[in-house]
């Protein structure tokens, strides 16, 4: 099958190689405004052959996946909806789905977007395993094609992704939870840091871990989180609204101190917490392993393998090396009552303490 | 010297494995309720001798480092001084100092509170390297004796740790931003997701880096930390309220739907975010590289290396691997602008993309 790829960045080259590893004889095109990309795109593998225009790329095409900047794609898809073959499906990749998906009336069309965050963007760290165990959302309307909502569905299996059919207002809310929130209070946060080492005239601390994961996302890309800000403007101030109700009533609480309030609050938000982990990494229950390891070479394979060899699946893993790099902390989310007890004693008999919080 | 550690956690262990690693023929004893504990501490080295009751551990003692939980502080400290020799050094380690601080008036008391954040507890992961690098805030008042001061501050330059003095007041009032607030957005985002999934009857996406980095410490140990919560409420209060109004302003600004506005206050967090960057990681601007490299063992060590020859000085680094293990993002934090121009070179050699954000 012929696939047309617009825009090669870190999205659209990870679609090319991942459909060259797991789709059948695939063609891949790609097609975008700087030519320099492009080659460099064909290099890499991403894609077969580049496109001299729109009408070309899309000639013949079975699928064609818009990867165009979130501002850009109402017009990307319209355009490619004017030239595309009547069997073409026609998918994006934007992270805000309601205003691309509302005003298209096209059976072609089904609106997608892969949870596959990176903090790296360019083709150049596009990988053919970006997606891999990835939630892929896609949004089909009453209108969309079921033969063509099928194809889509099974290329993205075919790329290792999970994919999860929602509505794309339900898709904006819950984006605007998971992934605009967290956004916008690490940008409220970075500024009251700001604000307070002002005022105390004094250095940072070196914060350690809760600062700085929290604020990891602060500031991001200007030019696609604007466009995504205003995309979902409605549902983003709504949460933070309700955010901010929140955090006044925990404001009320701290200053009533009431010491038994403010531990019910907090182990609501560790139960919270377990919660989301369970719903997060599907599977049943899952436990968290926190360890500290010597950072050196191997360790983390050691591990793995150890678990493995053992059958004990590590659903998500995570490192937090220690500032001087001597040692670390690392954490395993594993599925699994019985799992979890064979775990830790793999574990313990490789000497690393383990702690589950 | 003669060191009592009261309590032998985390925090009182690794104290006493530092202790051991980098002072003049320490003498390390050991007191707590726990018996168990301390009998483990010993058999780790993290102390030689367990003392029958407090006023053995105190007896010839030129330091004492009260490590209990930090509600329990104020009696600890006030029974410690009760007891200790006039010229014994008494500190603390507890993460809020106004309460602690302020009542006492005694020359042998100095406050301290080391930034050393673990995600674990329990003597079992102490390590004598826990403090390396890390600020050891210390909160001497015009009470204190200086000769007393001066151990303590070589004691901690010993432990490896950068100590910094700052009053009590401006100690609470940075890490209710840099710290306790951390807490307080990351329990509020997990409750508030909790009740996003609820309502749109939906299971969460594997919801990527920045709503697991926010929300990794949610919920965190309520027996420390309630007491946390409790003796800095007034200015965690006062930092939650700031931050909701300034929650309230974004909301504002995005149902205004004004895209430069959006863009300004986002570019704002970024530059916030450098200055803090380069306020916490001392040593001039420091500048941060992305990089996405294989997950396989061995390549921290690679770059590490590869880096280390060449001079360049890795001042912090985070690591991020995909879910299915056999990729991941490395985020390296690199000191000054040469430095990082040769990061770049080396990494780039090393045949791994760099993405400067």
Known sequence: MRIAILGVGLIGGSVGLAARDGCESPEIVGFGR??????????????????GSLAEALDGAGACFCCGPVGALPEQIADVLELAPADC???????????????IHDERFVGGHPIAGAETAGVEHARADLFRGAVWYLTPTERSSGILYERLHRMVVAFGALPVAIDADSH????ATVSHLPHVLANVLVAQAALALTEEDSALPRVGPSFRDATRVAGANSSIWTDIYMANREAIAEQIEAVAARMSDVAATLRAGDAGAVESWNEEAADCRRRLLEADLAGGVVHELRLTVPNR???????ALALGKAGVNIVDLALAPAPDMRSGAMTLWIGGDEQTVRARELIGELGFPVAAP
């Open 34 to 51: 700087n030519p320099e990309r492009l080659g460099r795109a064909r290099e890499l593998g991403a894609v077969d052959i580049v496109a």
């Open 89 to 103: 499906v026609v998918t994006d990749v934007g992270s805000i789905k309601r205003d691309i998906v509302e005003p």
């Open 172 to 175: 904006d809310r819950l984006l």
């Open 297 to 303: 070479p191997g360790i983390v394979a050691q591990v």
